[in-house]
């Protein structure tokens, strides 16, 4: 069965600095990939999504995340964190031939100090 | 506007209650899914519906079947509520071809 790993489950970061969270899978056939985002008391949001073409992908809030095949990654990037980015992260996978399903990571708690 | 919508925000019940969460999409969306969201498991997926009557088992779906009368609404039902399955609750849509999923705002469910 699928798996989805994010290696951080908690960050702690100061306002301005960067923020890399990982995320890797086990499915080795066609994918697509997410990334969302639960701010505290809100629903999940979608941050950003790669189906095809190019690997690097943005998405809002000036994230971006890079699609490595060959390490079945798919880590969240944002050069410099603000506090409003305080939040839950998930990443999620779909595979193709498994139809719509999609599955979940555990989730990284992002906590930004201003 | 896309928008899913769960029937309760809050909601608490007894051990051994039948506990019935509704979503309804306003997307005209093939697909709908139901996730429950635990600290630091993420989101697991108890049962989707790619079709009208049509549902599949998820990873957990034991202590909980589905419903999909009409393309718009799907409801997650507990025959005999449990304390283990005191969660946050989460309904999904998405177009059939894989689209996005959007989300509904969840439902906290206790279970005393």
């Known amino acids: 069965a699928q798996s989805v790993s994010q290696h951080n489950h908690h960050v702690i970061l100061s306002e301005a600095a960067s923020l890399e969270l990982g995320c890797n899978y086990s499915y080795g056939g066609t994918v697509n990939l997410f990334w969302y985002v639960q701010y505290p008391g809100q629903h999940l949001q979608l941050l950003l999504k790669?189906?095809?073409?190019?690997?690097l992908v943005k998405g809002i809030k000036g994230f971006e995340a890079e699609f490595i095949k060959s390490k079945f990654s798919f880590n969240l990037r944002k050069p410099s964190v603000q506090w409003s980015d305080t939040a839950e992260y998930f990443c999620a996978v779909n595979e193709e031939a498994a139809g719509n399903k999609l599955t979940f990571g555990g989730g990284t708690r992002v906590l930004v100090k201003p | 506007d896309v928008k899913v919508t769960q029937s309760s925000r809050y909601l608490v019940k007894r051990t051994g209650e039948k506990v019935f969460l509704e979503c309804v999409q306003d997307m005209d969306h093939e697909n709908m899914f139901w996730y429950r969201q635990d600290p630091g498991l993420g989101l697991r997926l108890i049962y989707f519906?790619?079709?009208?009557?049509?549902?599949e088992k998820g990873d957990i779906p034991e202590g909980y079947s589905v419903s999909r009368e009409k393309k718009e609404r799907f409801s997650l039902i507990l025959e005999s509520a449990s304390t283990n399955q005191t969660s946050m609750y989460l309904c999904a849509s998405s177009t059939l071809a894989g689209g996005v999923p959007f989300f509904g705002p969840g439902t906290r469910l206790t279970v005393l």
């Open positions: 519906s790619y079709d009208v009557k049509m549902k």
């Open positions: 790669y189906f095809s073409g190019d690997p």
